[in-house]
């Protein structure tokens, strides 16, 4: 993916006929990507109950994708510019087609885990020779502007996408549609690419397969160690011992990457404060994020009681506001300059996230959902066009595609971290609460409560009692996002220090996935 933006024109021939054809065929796989992430979403308490996740093991069903596509994204690009896009665009889908029949016929955890994983690789191939092949296959200039916005228009309403369909397939089909969408879509992609799109030039270059794997099994190690000690506490053997591989594995990735003549993460970016603290308040707010529509989505379908569908339709409005205040934001940056829209949005975030940790078991969807969820979307919103255009601001042109991926990794890799963060703090409170609740539970439930309560070792859902367990955990998770999201103020007034004239002129360079 390093040289997406390279000035040239893709050859003659028939890519130059059906060319709607093929920036729907590149769209389609992009969607397909970016909705997964929160498509699954809507169904997580329908696969909890199916398939007998405790609510903090349900959170391996988000990272096992998050960790795969973010700790893997950069070499994916790589692998395509050396191998050829075209060919590996088909591949990484067919490959996430693949897992996701895995995942839509699963029959217990184990097996979801290792598809969704499985779907995260196929991601992470994909998605950055897609974003690559709009260089390949359209004319620069204004054709390959227009596709360009095409393009970052589909990534930026996947997530609204993803959470309608989820609802949807959820509530009128069951919550293994949510996987076996994808299936009968990838393989038209599959069949359509070899007409419709041209394939790339190879280019020389090596694999970093020693950053891949020791950089993504290092991540691995320091979620699975949050989430064991949610589970056995941190003086658990297994939990300290994941602790001390996922840091000795970082520590080996840095080795690496210094020592790798073409390493897939260029640490001499990080050099750049400007580019270092727009990456750092990325890690820090997808961390948040990936707690909202993981743990609300949890709370609307739970205390609330809200059909999938309704779900679905009820955080339309967090990504209304973060399309409406991008737009805003990219539309007065050159004027403003990045610093006031970091700091402002930063600043939003982190009342929206502080407005969260008051939710209750009677907290409505105005006080308890909308209210903080919009309030966060627009400073989310705020952040999303600076931090973009300060990851690639200065980047010589073979390194663009490094740049942008790096900053798409951060999220991922923040998502992942945030919310293994985020369960472990719920985990205990959660924990203290059904402790406290227990008592006058015993004392009212009826016997099919009982026998539920003695068969799942938890509170059967929509009682009281269950509500309350919720939303505590809950509210003491935010707790911990709202301080990241202030770390994120604190990099934005003391570590940015850019100025209008030191941003790039256009985004065409970095697509958010």
Not at 69 to 87: E, N
Request: glycine letters at 12%.
């Amino acid at each position: 993916m390093t040289d997406t933006l390279k000035k040239t024109s893709p050859p003659q021939g028939r890519q130059s006929r059906g060319k709607g054809i093929t920036l729907a065929v590149i769209a389609a796989t992009q969607l397909m990507v970016v909705l997964d992430a929160t498509i699954v979403n809507i169904a997580l308490p329908h696969i909890k109950d199916a398939l007998n996740f405790s609510t903090t093991n349900l959170s391996w069903v988000i990272n096992a994708y998050t960790l795969t596509f973010g700790g893997l994204l950069l070499l994916g690009g790589r692998v395509g510019d050396i191998l050829g896009r075209r060919r590996m665009f088909i591949l990484g889908t067919l490959l996430f087609g693949l897992a996701s029949l895995l995942g839509g016929f699963a029959q217990d955890s184990n097996l979801l885990l290792a598809a969704r994983a499985l779907q995260g690789i196929g991601g992470a191939i994909c998605s950055p020779t897609a974003f690559a092949l709009i260089a390949t296959n359209f004319e620069e200039g204004p054709e390959r502007n227009k596709a360009f916005g095409v393009f970052s228009a589909v990534a930026g309403s996947g997530a609204a996408i993803g959470l309608l369909a989820g609802g949807v397939l959820t509530e009128y089909l069951n919550w293994r549609w949510v996987f076996f969408v994808n299936v009968p879509i990838a393989i038209l992609i599959a069949i359509a690419a070899p007409r419709y799109i041209t394939e790339s030039e190879r280019q020389d270059g090596k694999f970093d397969l020693p950053g891949a794997l020791t950089s993504t099994l290092g991540l691995v190690g320091l979620v699975y160690g949050f989430i064991r000690a949610a589970s056995d506490g941190w003086s658990d053997p297994i939990t300290l011992g994941s602790f001390a591989a996922g840091a000795v594995l970082m520590a080996a990735f840095i080795v690496v990457e210094k020592r790798t003549a073409q390493p897939i993460t260029p640490l001499h970016l990080f050099a750049d404060r400007n580019r270092t603290g727009g990456l750092v308040m990325m890690l820090c707010i997808a961390a948040a994020m990936f707690g909202i529509f993981f743990y609300v989505v949890l709370f609307v379908q739970g205390p609330l009681n809200y059909s999938p569908v309704r779900a679905g339709v009820a955080f339309l409005p967090i990504s209304v506001a973060i399309i409406t205040a991008a737009q805003l934001a990219s539309r007065f940056q050159t004027t403003w300059g990045p610093k006031p829209f970091m700091a402002g949005g930063a600043l939003l975030v982190t009342i929206g996230l502080s407005w969260l940790t008051q939710m209750n078991k009677d907290s409505g969807y105005l006080d308890g959902v909308l209210g903080p969820t919009v309030v966060f979307g627009l400073g989310m919103g705020m952040i999303f066009v600076p931090v973009m255009l300060l990851s690639v601001a200065g980047v010589p042109g073979e390194e663009t595609g490094a740049a942008s991926g790096l900053l798409n990794s951060m999220q991922q890799i923040g998502g992942s971290l945030g919310l293994s963060i985020l369960t472990t703090v719920f985990a205990h409170y959660a924990k203290a609460e059904g402790q406290a609740q227990a008592p006058g539970f015993l004392k009212s439930a009826t016997p099919e409560q009982m026998a539920y309560f003695q068969e799942k070792g938890e509170f059967p859902p929509h009682t009281d009692a269950a509500n309350s367990v919720l939303a505590h955990g809950i509210s003491h998770g935010f707790v911990v996002g709202a301080a990241l999201a202030a770390v994120a103020v604190l990099v934005a007034l003391f570590v940015v220090k850019a100025k209008p004239g030191d941003l790039p002129s256009e985004t065409s360079g970095v697509a958010m996935h």
